[in-house]
């Protein structure tokens, strides 16, 4: 219990001690035959990147997991897909298509039974016919809602 | 390895809203993957167990709150069938009233049985993390299935590293 009253549960593990590690910010060029970082052009090169082929210093190379790559193609969009730990959003276009596929058929459903029911007192043909087919609209708009529903139930649960 | 591949375990997974909208914790080889996940698309946010310093679990009183309005709720209900037998007002209250009823006990039966609400955070060198998960039957799953790991990860906490945390580093 804490001294505010409220109840907590801490576990703490090894890295909360760890050091902060400092990022290597890079060696400088000693000899003019050494090759130096695009971005810093008095520091060695020690790496290419994987995306463009520039030169990097130990300071702009972007590890990822064994892959290596300058700034400027870590923060291009279009690379994030070739590396899995960059992914952080994806759309679901099968709820898409299901949502597309379904919408249609509450639509109608609604649309349906709501005309059969305005339209209940009122007889549509000179004849008379009866509420038969108002019935049956409202019936098959019923199923249509029970279908839709169901699937979206499975959704969830998928 | 792509991401397809990558076989991610189900730790836990709470619904989070009327469309689709989903929420969890799932556990890979080397990581953990948060997952807020809307009708239509999905975010990620990955730990990585040797990054993982501390899991803190927290209660709320959000859920007890919520549970206390609920069986109030309840109970006005039941009180109003009981006066609607003596004196009988409308049928689709009372009907509305036996059919709310049983929602809300089974409802609040389900909120006792997940331990009440909670606040998980996993916390890291440079961020302080809310987890997608409320309940505290959740989060002790979750600190029981990482723990191991991370400390698998890291290695154990020696009595030094225990004394070190306990003068406050």
């Known amino acids: 219990m804490c001294s505010c009253g409220q109840r907590w549960m801490l576990s703490v ?6 050091p902060y590690a400092m990022s290597p910010s890079g060696e400088r060029v000693v000899m003019d035959d050494q090759a130096s970082c695009f971005y810093h052009s008095s520091k060695k090169a020690v790496i290419p990147c994987d995306h463009c082929g520039r030169f990097l210093c130990s300071l702009c190379d972007m590890d990822l997991d064994g892959v290596h790559l300058c700034p400027k193609c870590l923060e291009d969009p279009s690379n994030w897909k070739r590396i899995d730990q960059l992914q952080n959003q994806r759309a679901l276009l099968d709820n898409v298509a299901i949502a597309l596929c379904l919408t249609p ?6 649309a349906g039974m709501g005309l059969a029911i305005k339209r209940w007192q009122r007889p549509d043909s000179i004849l008379d016919l009866g509420n038969g087919r108002k019935v049956l609209a409202i019936a098959i708009g019923l199923v249509q809602l029970a279908a839709g529903g169901w699937l979206l139930f499975h959704l969830r649960g998928s | 390895m792509s991401e397809q591949d990558i076989p991610y375990r189900k730790i836990v997974s ?23 996940s809307t009708a239509f698309s999905e975010n990620y946010r990955r730990f990585y167990f040797r990054d993982i310093q501390a899991i803190q679990v927290c209660r709320t ?10 069986l109030i709720l309840a109970v006005v209900l039941c009180l109003s069938l009981w006066a609607n037998e003596l004196n009988p007002m409308d049928g689709v209250v009372e009907a ?7 929602l809300l006990l089974a409802y609040m039966i389900v909120s006792l049985r997940k331990g009440g609400s909670c606040v998980c955070r996993v916390q890291t060198a440079v961020s302080s993390q809310v987890m997608p998960v409320t309940n505290v039957r959740g989060a002790r799953r979750l600190v029981e299935v990482v723990g191991p790991l991370v400390e698998a990860a890291q290695g154990p906490l020696t009595p030094e590293m ?3 945390l306990s003068l406050g580093k």
């Open chain 1, 13 to 18: 593990f090894p890295a909360m001690l760890t």
């Open chain 1, 105 to 110: 058929l509450v639509l109608t459903a609604v």
């Open chain 2, 14 to 36: 709470e619904c989070a809203g009327p469309f689709l909208n989903r929420r969890g914790v799932y556990l890979a080889e080397d990581h953990l993957l948060c997952l807020y």
């Open chain 2, 61 to 70: 009183l959000g859920g007890f709150v919520g549970s206390m309005l609920l």
């Open chain 2, 96 to 102: 509305l009233a036996w059919g709310v009823v049983p």
């Open chain 2, 162 to 164: 225990k004394m070190q």
